[in-house]
């Protein structure tokens, strides 16, 4: 298969075929907008110069768009001469064609419908050269696959997003019913016993964030090293696998048996060293067993393991588990670990370009994707160690894309706290900030509510207080 200069595709049987195209519809189009001085604003969302299948058709609205863009009115002669001065005059059909257009007009009235046909034509024939792409690249025996799977699924994904429907004004009574008509969903929901979020696995953490995390919500979840933020993140997807929600979990830096590992001392209460070392009792691999076979092993959580993954795979895999009905939350670790796809340099870009991606997948799927992210080493030079957005590593547009943003910290210089961590909520779209204590016990990789009612000051429990802790039933926590 090969693509002719004249716009045919050949097969290799030899039979061409012509690419989609319209081109009495952009000649009717032209010529309406030659006419009509309201007839640009209403294709200008729509079509670009490259939507034309003629190459003369697209050099006209080149000058169409450039005059719009100065301010200029449009008609025949404005644009003639604006072809003369980006001297496209000859090549575009001389001013015969361009004044032969006005008479290609069928009815104006259609004008917005004309326009997206052609757009459409022009996204089909984007989708045939992508198909060429890739059947060469598949072809091609010295490109690694994984990369032209990337790219394909790049090319995809920018496909779509342009070919996307644009929005247009909604009136606010139409907003205030749709709000109104969400909020009595989200009530009934909780009235029969359901939730209106997913929690975040901690009662005061739940309140701030109003029930917990959201569909379409980005957020984002950042520390320094070692502070404890992947098993932040995985007491997150276990706590909402409880409420027997289906949660994704991709992480690019532990294996799935790790990640199982974690689990299973969490939930038992031994030892984690002891656990890895192979030094537990007979009483400990019990407790492990139950804990695994028990309360862990029916949990809906897939997990990803793959140091190699790129946000467009993540993103396929989001699409492929949500048609399946086993994803309502996606969690990530981490983000500045994410394989680039892009041909971008600028490590800072590239991490933009991923953050875009996850709040737009968010959106789509309507589920919260949590991103785990590292933390810039500033905050250890400044005398306030208090996190602020600008101290996400790399971030680019990663604040701004971000729906919620929370650090984790310790709480340094403060005596007997030292499994005492600060979850600092810095930013919340759609809720209040401020922050929550949780307690880590690191040796058992686990969260736990800050409990001050319970102990006063706070002292260390014994391992027993957090077995009791992590058996209880769901029905008497407040999460």
């Known amino acids: 298969m090969r693509k002719k200069d004249d716009g045919r595709i050949v097969f290799e049987s030899g039979v061409g075929r012509l690419m989609p195209q319209v081109c009495d519809l952009e000649e009717a189009t032209l010529g309406a907008i030659l006419l009509d001085r309201d ?44 072809l003369r001065r980006n001297g496209s005059l000859e090549e575009a059909g001389g001013p015969f064609y361009v004044c032969q257009l006005t008479g290609k007009v069928a009815s104006a009235a259609h004008l917005k419908a004309h326009a997206t046909i052609i757009a459409e034509k022009y996204f089909r024939r984007q989708l045939i050269e992508m198909s060429m792409r890739a059947e060469a690249g598949c072809f091609d025996g010295t490109e690694v696959f994984e990369e032209v799977l990337a790219r394909i699924n790049a090319d995809i994904e920018s496909l779509m997003e342009r070919s996307a429907p644009r929005g247009e004004a909604v009136i606010l009574g139409e907003a205030l019913k749709k709000s109104i008509n969400e909020a009595y969903v989200r009530r009934e929901k909780v009235l ?51 409420r027997r929600y289906c949660v994704a979990l991709f992480s690019m830096e532990m294996s799935e048996t790790e990640l199982a590992d974690r689990l299973v001392v969490g939930e038992s209460g031994i030892d984690k060293n002891r656990y890895r070392s192979g030094c537990q009792s007979d009483g400990e691999m019990k407790k492990a067993e139950e804990a695994a076979f028990g309360s862990l092993y029916g949990l809906n959580i897939s997990i990803f393991a793959n140091e190699n993954e790129n946000i467009a795979g993540i993103v396929g895999k989001m699409r492929l588990l949500k048609k399946k009905g086993m994803c309502d939350m996606v969690i990530i670790d981490y983000l500045q670990l994410i394989t680039p796809t892009s041909g971008i340099d600028v490590r800072e870009q590239q991490v933009s370009e991923m953050s875009r991606a996850l709040k737009k997948a968010a959106g789509e799927l309507g589920v919260p994707i949590v991103a785990l992210s590292q933390m810039n080493r500033d905050i250890e030079k400044r005398g306030n160690r208090r996190p602020q957005l600008s101290d996400l590593r790399e971030s680019g547009s990663l604040e701004q894309d971000a729906d919620v943003v929370m650090f984790l910290q310790k709480r340094d210089g ?43 000051k706070f002292v260390h429990p014994p391992v027993e207080h957090w077995q009791e802790r992590a058996g209880k039933d769901d029905e008497e926590r407040p999460f």
């Open 39 to 82: 007839a640009y604003p209403t294709v200008s969302e729509i079509l670009k110069p490259e939507s034309f299948y003629k190459k003369e058709h697209g050099l006209i609205f080149r000058a169409i768009v450039d005059l719009a863009a100065g301010g200029m009115p449009v008609d025949m002669l404005t644009v003639v001469e604006q």
């Open 192 to 242: 029969k016993g359901g939730e209106a979020a997913i929690t975040t696995g901690f009662a005061a953490l739940d309140r701030i964030m109003a029930g917990g995390w959201k569909g379409g919500q980005l957020g984002v979840l950042a520390a320094r090293p070692s502070v404890g933020k992947s098993s932040l993140a995985l007491h997150m997807a276990k706590r909402a696998a409880m």
């Open 414 to 456: 403060i005596e007997d706290e030292g499994n005492i961590l600060d979850v600092i909520v810095e930013k919340n779209r759609d809720g209040e900030t401020g922050t929550v204590k949780v307690v880590y016990n690191e040796s058992m990789t686990a969260f736990f509510d800050y409990d001050y009612g319970q102990f006063g």
